[in-house]
């Protein structure tokens, strides 16, 4: 993956250092910015580092624009029924490289529906902090359609277009430390 090589074994996501973001056009002019709250990760990682595999975990209520009637309304029924859907999972299929960029491939389950999604993924290395652990540091990012997921809300606006795109931008940053 690079030349500083992850150590065979299991890494857990320091969520106090990372992010789960997204970004989704709004009114077609502009983008709604939010994250994730509360999400977990673990990266099983064998002598072959391109035959790693992830599992995250997000807790769909968690979600925050900075605007809670707006986040009120994406836990609701309209989006993404939250109270009956209350965890979004990813489990990876497989990593592959495509010229420079690696490729995560994985099946996402957002409101009950699995979808295949490929995130463009970029190892950022490995380093010992102060503390004697081994952190790993990654960014992935895809973008996805939320009515594949049944988030198919549709509110057309009068001069056409729509208020809430259907591609919506995915942003991931995580810190995994190697469990010993």
Known sequence: MSDQQLQPGTWRIDTAHSIVAFSVRHMMVSRVRGRFERFDA?????EDPMQSSVRATLDADSINTDNEQRDNHMRSADFFETASHPQWIFESTGIRTSGEDLLLAGDLTVKGTTRPVELRLEFNGVTRDPYGLLRAGFHAETEISRSDFGVDIEMPMDGGGVVVSDRIKVDVD???????
């Open 174 to 180: 995580a810190e995994f430390t190697l469990q010993e």
């Open 42 to 46: 673990e990266l099983t990682v064998p």
